[in-house]
């Protein structure tokens, strides 16, 4: 495999992923990045010690101090600049990502892409952090609402988005005034580093504080560098609904504010006005993109039961053209798992679901001849909305059908896991998309109608209910989670009327 993408993107065998990621390091540390793609070697990544962790934060606590006082469109100047360094990088970083995560080379691009977005983005935003003002109940007074940065922000994100997870926190919080300490999964610290890289280029040019974007590296030790840690006042967590209890709890006790994006298990349901071209494309690249390694990925297709038979015969029709293999191909359309434990999780779910009674359409099962060893097959199973193993989120390319007799039914089992993060329904009647959008509908922080779950644009806000722990990240007023909200009162009279008119006479 040809890995000049590497040399593009400054790395080398050996990076240093504290602080920069552009100075040698000293750490005997190490670890190592394989790809899941052939199972080579692609580079090492030092572990942050607890010492230069604080180290860490004391450069990012120092380039607050001044990243603050710029004006916030000056801010959204290096986030454009970026934005721009990204579509340079486009082609190298797409293919890194794909070849480091596993994901298509298009999915790979479409990450990037997403970054390219959010830039332009946030660059918009900087010049729009609005606050209200209000009419004040006493004479000559002023009342209005102002946002300010919070500091740091800790960014944990998750191996499957390697990359745009990161930026659509990072980009934000930097045009609010905040600075960054990212933690990157273990599973793909080089990716992360290739995007510190071109920051830090950026941030030099402009005479910025190197301090304004830090990455550390490690395990869930690192991660709990930043959720133990008071000078941290908020920490975005992308991950499992394990790992985000743990910093939900964690950040929790010393006060901190977490803004979590968790689990999801996410349905279809399949009316019969639906549109079937719809329901296949939107369904399959819902469940096999990405391996089935979105939060967002289809997990369960509810079907009403007088075209669940057509729905079942052209699904399995249409499983059999999915092509596996090489990301890096673009004729490929599904790569492997991340790794051998990813590919254990998801034939030990495969066991369970016969177990629990589950039927399968199209079997799975993993593929032993293909390099890397993390190839699997994706797999259909026709199971009941009781079964346990539907509650549970599996990461990996598993979809359940079930059957419904009426709308309200299908949305009872729509809504009754224990996630909340995507949903849809494919119908061309307005009164079904309608009751699906109300409050009797989905109880997803994403609901869309006659497209897929997954693929979400970043101009929405990302996010969802219950055990997908309620945050939301990316476009809309999601901003407002990187900001503290100060409330001013100013009084230009020469009295001090007291509100809620309360007298108080020296
Ligand atoms: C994730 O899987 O954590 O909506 C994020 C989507 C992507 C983001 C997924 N834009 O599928």
């Known amino acids: 495999m040809k890995t000049d993408f590497l040399k593009k993107l400054g790395l080398k065998k050996v990076n240093n992923g504290t602080s920069t990621g552009l100075k040698s390091t000293n750490s005997k540390v190490l670890f190592k990045s394989f790809s899941p793609v ?23 606590q120092k380039a607050f101090e001044k990243w603050r006082l710029m004006p916030a469109p000056a801010r959204g100047e290096i986030v454009r600049q970026y934005g721009n360094e990204l579509r340079t990088h486009k082609e190298s970083l797409g293919k890194l990502v794909s070849y480091e995560m596993g994901k298509s080379l298009q999915e790979g691009y479409g990450e990037v892409q997403e970054m390219i977005d959010i830039c332009d983005f946030a660059v918009g935003l900087s010049r729009q952090l609005y606050g209200l003002s209000m009419h004040s109940e006493r004479p000559m007074h002023r009342m209005y609402e102002q946002w300010h940065p919070l500091g740091i922000v800790g960014i944990i994100s998750a191996f499957n988005f390697p990359v745009a997870v990161w930026s659509w926190n990072a980009m934000i919080a930097m045009v609010c005034g905040d600075v960054c300490i990212w933690k990157p999964s273990e599973k793909t610290p080089l990716s992360a580093i290739a995007c510190q890289n071109i920051l830090q280029k950026v941030l030099k040019a402009n005479n910025v504080p190197e301090g304004v974007s830090c990455i550390i590296n490690g395990d869930a030790t690192a991660g ?23 910093v939900a709890a964690t950040v929790g006790a010393r006060l901190g504010k977490s803004l979590l994006e968790l689990g999801g298990n996410n349905a279809i349901i399949v009316t019969p006005k639906a549109d079937m071209k719809l329901v296949l494309t939107g369904g399959v690249f819902g469940a096999v993109g990405t391996a089935g390694q979105r939060c967002t990925s289809t997990r369960r297709m509810i079907i009403h039961e007088s075209i669940y038979d057509t729905v079942k015969k ?33 034939l030990s779910a495969l066991i369970k679901i016969r177990e629990q009674g589950g039927n399968f359409l199209v079997s799975g099962g993993s593929i032993k ?35 419904y007799k009426t709308l309200d039914q299908a949305i009872k089992i729509q809504n009754n896991v224990p ?27 994403i609901a869309n109608v006659n497209i897929g779950t997954s693929g979400a644009e970043i101009g929405g806000a990302f996010g969802g209910e219950k055990e997908t722990g309620g945050g939301r990240e990316s476009g809309s007023d999601s901003w407002k989670a990187y900001m503290r909200r100060q409330t001013n009162t100013l009084n230009y009279s020469k009295t001090v009327p007291l509100a809620q008119g309360i007298k108080f006479d020296l």
């Open 38 to 60: 052939d199972g080579s070697y692609i580079g090492s990544a030092s572990v942050t010690t607890k010492k230069e962790y604080d180290k860490t934060v004391k450069t990012a």
């Open 224 to 246: 709990q560098y930043l959720t133990e840690d008071k000078r941290i006042p908020l920490v975005s967590a992308t991950g499992s609904t394990r790992m985000g209890k743990a």
């Open 314 to 346: 052209k699904l399995a029709t249409a499983y059999k053209q999915i092509k596996i293999g090489n990301p890096l191909d673009p004729k490929m359309h599904m790569g492997p798992l991340i790794d051998r434990d990813a590919v254990e999780n998801y």
């Open 369 to 403: 001849n293909k390099k890397g060893g993390c190839y699997v097959k994706p797999a259909i199973a026709e199971v009941t909305p009781d079964m346990d193993i539907v509650q549970t989120e599996t990461f990996a390319p598993i979809l359940y059908l079930m059957k």
């Open 419 to 445: 996630q909340g993060l995507s949903s849809a329904i494919m119908t061309d009647s307005l009164k079904e998309a309608e009751l699906f959008l109300s409050v009797a509908g989905s109880d997803c922080g």
